[in-house]
């Protein structure tokens, strides 16, 4: 099946970046769309940003103009790039990819997530 692996979490203070990478591993037939969503303590998982196959982006109201998606298809590797970060981007992120690992098969895919933390 499809394994994804989210790496680049961490803490940094409000105002800095930080950038997030996930690599889709196993067998994988076709990546489809790829997305990053979060979950903060106490609240539901909600969408940060995605991007299709053709490159095409969309973005949470709260990401645009801060965070940029972007993958490598080549290596089945989304990136989510963050700037100018506040208090309430402190979430888990997870790593969600749409793929085939076989013909006649697709299905959404999630990882296990990191942790980013906004903080003084």
């Known amino acids: 099946q499809v394994q994804l692996v989210e790496s680049g979490g961490g803490l940094v203070q409000p105002g800095g970046s930080l950038g997030l990478s996930c690599a889709a591993s196993?067998?994988?037939?076709?990546?489809?769309?790829m997305g990053w969503y979060r979950q903060a303590p106490g609240k539901q998982r909600e969408l940060v940003a995605t991007?299709?196959?053709?490159?095409?982006?969309n973005y949470d109201d709260s990401a645009k103009g801060r965070f940029t998606i972007s993958r490598d298809s080549r290596n089945n590797t989304v990136y989510l790039q963050m700037n100018r970060l506040r208090p309430e981007d402190t979430a888990v992120y997870y790593c969600?990819?749409?793929?085939?690992?076989?013909?006649?098969?697709?299905?959404?895919?999630w990882g296990r997530g990191t942790q980013v933390t906004v903080s003084s």
């Open positions: 196993g067998t994988i037939l076709r990546l489809y769309a």
């Open positions: 991007i299709t196959s053709s490159d095409s982006t």
């Open positions: 969600n990819a749409e793929a085939s690992p076989h013909l006649g098969f697709r299905s959404n895919y």
